[in-house]
């Protein structure tokens, strides 16, 4: 019998990637795109066609911020690394100041239908939070 030192087997980290964010993300993907078909179905039926275009723009700028925050925090997970709380700082507010300058712009460049992309903004954010939040109290519950 001879001794061998074993060393542990270290799993090989996955890398981050778009595409199993938007995966791991599908029902937020639906969600969003149910509420820009929606808002074409019921403001556009009302002869409003440039304010559901411009609800549909304010949630894929919500959906796009939801994605790329989970893709960074995939790709921090993926790293192994510990970013500091200035490093988690920056990141949020450089993606929230790219955002509110975005969906601002727009909205005064398609002013006044362009209200409808703050608004539509706000809804995806309302109903991603929602969404997050019922899955986390799940997870609490069953524990």
Not at 27 to 37: C, D, R, W
Not at 80 to 98: F, H, I, N, Y
Not at 128 to 142: D, G, I, N, P, Q
């Given at each position: 019998?001879?001794?061998?030192?074993?060393?542990?087997?270290?799993?090989?980290?996955?890398?981050?990637?778009v595409?199993?964010?938007?995966?791991?993300?599908r029902?937020?993907?639906?969600?969003?795109?149910?509420?820009?078909?929606a808002?074409?179905?019921?403001?556009?039926?009302?002869?409003?066609?440039?304010?559901a275009?411009?609800?549909?723009?304010?949630?894929?700028?919500?959906?796009?911020?939801?994605?790329?925050?989970?893709?960074w925090?995939?790709r921090?997970?993926?790293?192994?690394?510990?970013?500091?709380?200035?490093?988690?700082?920056?990141?949020?507010?450089?993606?929230?100041?790219?955002?509110?300058?975005?969906?601002?712009?727009?909205?005064?460049?398609?002013?006044?239908?362009?209200?409808?992309?703050?608004?539509?903004?706000a809804?995806?954010?309302?109903?991603?939070?929602?969404?997050?939040?019922?899955?986390?109290?799940?997870?609490?519950?069953?524990?």
């Open positions: 019998m001879t001794d061998v030192a074993t060393e542990p087997v270290v799993a090989p980290r996955k890398s981050a990637s595409l199993k964010v938007v995966r791991d993300q029902k937020t993907v639906l969600v969003a795109l149910g509420l820009a078909v808002s074409y179905w019921i403001i556009g039926q009302l002869g409003e066609w440039r304010l275009g411009c609800l549909s723009i304010g949630i894929a700028l919500g959906l796009v911020n939801h994605l790329a925050t989970e893709y925090l995939l921090i997970i993926s790293s192994g690394e510990q970013p500091s709380r200035g490093q988690m700082m920056r990141a949020t507010m450089v993606r929230l100041v790219v955002l509110t300058a975005v969906a601002v712009g727009l909205a005064i460049w398609l002013w006044p239908d362009g209200i409808g992309l703050l608004l539509g903004l809804i995806f954010r309302l109903l991603a939070l929602m969404m997050t939040s019922v899955t986390l109290l799940k997870e609490l519950k069953s524990e």
